[in-house]
C-alpha cells in the first residue's frame, strides 16, 4: 500500500511538470490614478524558482513601500488531469505626485535559470478634482440630494471636424461623462444626419468605463456610439441634440428604525434625469472649381492599380479586367471608372466587391471592380488605360492617376464568329457584325407530303387542351398555396412562443458562458422575434415608436406593453450600465422570460 502511494504520488508529480505553463513574467498597475493617490506596482513571475530580481528606475512617483514578496501556488485534480500553477510577486507602493503620462520600464529576473524581463507599464496621472474642499464641505448634503447635476452626469458630442468638404469623412462621438457610481441609460434618440451619409463604428469591446479629467473635475467616461460621416451637399450643416433618458441610484438617510437598523439608516432612491447634447455646426465647403472630365467623386487620398487574366485568347473566350482602388476616403461612393473596350467586344456589367472597414479618416482598403468582355472577331486590339481622378484632401487639389494598356491578340476560336449577335450590354437592337451576304445553311431538310396540314391535326388541337389543363392545374395549386400560406401565418403565431423559449436557452447557455455581448444579441432577437411572430408582422416594420400601438390593437394592457418596452430598453443599455455584469445579465434574462409568459397569456387574435 505505501508503495502505491509513493507511485501516485510521484505520478502526480510528474504530470505536474508535464503540464506546467511556460514561465511569465508580467508587471500590472492601474491605466490612471489622481495626483496624491497611492497604488500598487506588482511583478509576476509563475516560477517560485526565482533569484536575483532588479526594479527598473521608477521616476515621478514616490516609493512608499517595496519591494514587498508574496508566494502563491495551487494544485487541481479534475477528471485525473493534474494542473498546478504556483507564482512569486513583488510589490511596491507609489503615490503620485505630478499630472502627466508616465512610463515604467521592465523589471528583471532569474526565472528557471533564464534572464527575464517583463513588461513596461504606461499611467496616466490627473490632476486633482478642483471641487475637492468643496465637494467635502458639502458631503453629508450631496449624499441625500435627490436630484443629479448637470456637472456631475452629461453627454458630449463631439466632431472631430467642423470645417471640412464635400465627402470629406468626419467622426462624431457620443460620450457620457459621470461622477455617480450607480447609472443606467434607458432610452437614446439620436439625430437623423440630414445630409450626411452616415456609418457607425463597431464597438469591438464592451463598455470599458476609465477616469478622465475634464473641465477642472475627474470623471469616469465611456464612449457610447461613434458614427464616421460624409456631408452630401456644401453650406451649413447642423446636427441636432440628441436625447437621453437616464436613472441614477442615489443612497438617502432614512428615519425608518428598520432601514436604521437593518440597512445602515440608508436607502436607495432612483432619479430620472434627461440629457440632451448641444447642437453642432458643420461648415461643409465646396469642391474647388475645375473638376477633370474624368472625376469620379473620391474624396481623400486613393491609388489604382489594373490587371489582366490573359493577353492571348480565342474568340468567345472571357476577358477580364480587374481594377483596384485603394486608400482612404469615400471608397464605397466613388462611381466605376469607366473601361473602353473595342467595339467586336460584348462587355457585361462590372462586378464590385467593397473590402473596406471604418476608420476615423473614412472608409479605408480596396474597391475591386472586375470588367468581363467576349471578343466576337479575331485581331490585335488595344484597351487603353483607365484615367481616374479624386480629390486629395492633403494637397486641397484634384490628381489624375492612369493605369496600364493592354494589347491583346484574339485568334480564331471554335463556331462562326460572323453571325448575328446581340449587345447585351446595352440592350440594342441586333447588329451584323460580317458582311451582308449570309451563309446558306447546311443542315438535314424536313420534307412534308402534299396535301399535309396542321390545322385540324392531333397536334393542333393538343396546343389548346394542354394550355387549358395547365391552366386548371395552376389555378387549383395557386387557391392550394394561398390557403397554405394562411395557415403557415396562423401557425406562426402558435409556435411564437415555442420558438421564443428555444432562443432563450440558448441565451440562458450565453449567460453560463459569460458571453456579454452575444448573451444581449440573443436576448434582444427573441424579444423582437416573438412579437413579430405573435403579431404576424415582420421585424422590418416594428420599431419602438410603433410597437405601442401595435400591441394595443391586439387588446394588451397599457401596464404590459410598458413593461415589455422596458425589457427591450433594459436589454439595449445594461451592457453601458457600470456595475456588476453578472447581476444586470440576470436581470435581464428573468424579465425577458416574465414578460414573454405574460405577453403568451393577453394577446387576442
Not at 350 to 361: I, T, W
Not at 571 to 596: L, T
Request: proline residues 4%; aromatic residues 10%; contains cysteine.
Amino acid at each position: 500500500m505505501r508503495k502505491l502511494i509513493i507511485i501516485l504520488m510521484a505520478l502526480i508529480a510528474y504530470s505536474t511538470q508535464a503540464l506546467a505553463d511556460k514561465v511569465s513574467f508580467t508587471a500590472s498597475a492601474p491605466d490612471a490614478v489622481v495626483v496624491g493617490d497611492q497604488f500598487r506596482l506588482s511583478y509576476t513571475v509563475s516560477t517560485q524558482k526565482v533569484k536575483d530580481f532588479q526594479a527598473p528606475s521608477i521616476k515621478g512617483f514616490d516609493v512608499l513601500m517595496g519591494p514587498s514578496r508574496s508566494q502563491q501556488s495551487s494544485t487541481q485534480i479534475i477528471n485525473g488531469s493534474v494542473t498546478s500553477t504556483s507564482s512569486i510577486t513583488f510589490t511596491y507602493i507609489l503615490m503620485a505626485n505630478t499630472a502627466g503620462d508616465y512610463t515604467i520600464g521592465g523589471a528583471s529576473i532569474v526565472a528557471d535559470g533564464n534572464q527575464m524581463v517583463s513588461n513596461s507599464v504606461r499611467i496616466k496621472v490627473l490632476p486633482q478634482d478642483q471641487s475637492n474642499n468643496s465637494t467635502q464641505n458639502s458631503s453629508a448634503h450631496s449624499s441625500s440630494s435627490t436630484s443629479v447635476s448637470n456637472q456631475d452626469l452629461f453627454i458630449t458630442a463631439s466632431a472631430s471636424k467642423t470645417n471640412v468638404f464635400e465627402q470629406e469623412a468626419f467622426v462624431l462621438t457620443y460620450k457620457i461623462y459621470t461622477r455617480e457610481s450607480n447609472l443606467q441609460l434607458n432610452n437614446a434618440k439620436l439625430p437623423d444626419f440630414k445630409g450626411l451619409h452616415s456609418q457607425e463604428i463597431e464597438m469591438t469591446t464592451n463598455a470599458k468605463w476609465t477616469p478622465e479629467h475634464y473641465q477642472g473635475r475627474n470623471y469616469y467616461t465611456t464612449v457610447y456610439r461613434q458614427f464616421v460621416l460624409f456631408p452630401q451637399q456644401s453650406g451649413k450643416l447642423y446636427i441636432d441634440p440628441a436625447q437621453f433618458q437616464m436613472t441614477v441610484g442615489k443612497p438617502v438617510q432614512s428615519a425608518d428604525p428598520f432601514d436604521a437598523f437593518f440597512n445602515g439608516g440608508s436607502s436607495v432612491i432612483e432619479i430620472k434625469k434627461s440629457i440632451a447634447t448641444p447642437k453642432i455646426a458643420i461648415n461643409v465647403n465646396p469642391l474647388p472649381a475645375g473638376k477633370p472630365a474624368d472625376f469620379a467623386g473620391g474624396v481623400g487620398e486613393f491609388t489604382i492599380s489594373s490587371s489582366i487574366n490573359s493577353k492571348e485568347l480565342k474568340t468567345n473566350d472571357a476577358i477580364t479586367i480587374k481594377l483596384v482602388i485603394s486608400g482612404t476616403g469615400n471608397l464605397k461612393l466613388i462611381s466605376n471608372p469607366e473601361i473602353k473596350f473595342p467595339d467586336d467586344f460584348e462587355v457585361y456589367d462590372p462586378k464590385v466587391d467593397n473590402q473596406v472597414r471604418l476608420s476615423r479618416e473614412g472608409l479605408t482598403g480596396n474597391k475591386v471592380i472586375e470588367y468581363l468582355a467576349i471578343p466576337r472577331h479575331a485581331g490585335t486590339y488595344k484597351i487603353p488605360g483607365v484615367s481616374f481622378s479624386y480629390f486629395d484632401i492633403r494637397s486641397k487639389s484634384y490628381k489624375t492617376l492612369k493605369t496600364e494598356e493592354y494589347v491583346v491578340n484574339v485568334g480564331k476560336g471554335a463556331g462562326n464568329a460572323d453571325q448575328v449577335i446581340a449587345n447585351f450590354t446595352n440592350k440594342e437592337d441586333l447588329k451584323v457584325l460580317g458582311e451582308d451576304i449570309r451563309y446558306i445553311k447546311q443542315n438535314e431538310v424536313s420534307l412534308q407530303p402534299r396535301g399535309s396540314f396542321f390545322y385540324g391535326s392531333t397536334t393542333y388541337w393538343l396546343f389548346y387542351i394542354i394550355p387549358a389543363l395547365a391552366f386548371v392545374i395552376f389555378f387549383f395549386i395557386y387557391r392550394k398555396q394561398a390557403t397554405e400560406n394562411a395557415n403557415i401565418a396562423k401557425v406562426r403565431t402558435k409556435k411564437a412562443n415555442k420558438v421564443a423559449t428555444k432562443r432563450m436557452k440558448l441565451a440562458g447557455k450565453l449567460l453560463s458562458e459569460n458571453k456579454k455581448d452575444a448573451f444581449y444579441d440573443e436576448v434582444l432577437k427573441t424579444l423582437w422575434g416573438y412579437i413579430s411572430d405573435k403579431l404576424n408582422i415582420p421585424v422590418s416594420r416594428l420599431s419602438k415608436d410603433n410597437i405601442e400601438e401595435k400591441l394595443r390593437n391586439h387588446g394588451v394592457n397599457e401596464e404590459l406593453i410598458k413593461e415589455f418596452l422596458n425589457a427591450l430598453n433594459e436589454c439595449e443599455f445594461a451592457r453601458f450600465a457600470p456595475g456588476d455584469e453578472n447581476q444586470a445579465m440576470d436581470k435581464v434574462y428573468s424579465s425577458s422570460i416574465e414578460v414573454i409568459s405574460k405577453m403568451e397569456n393577453s394577446i387576442k387574435h
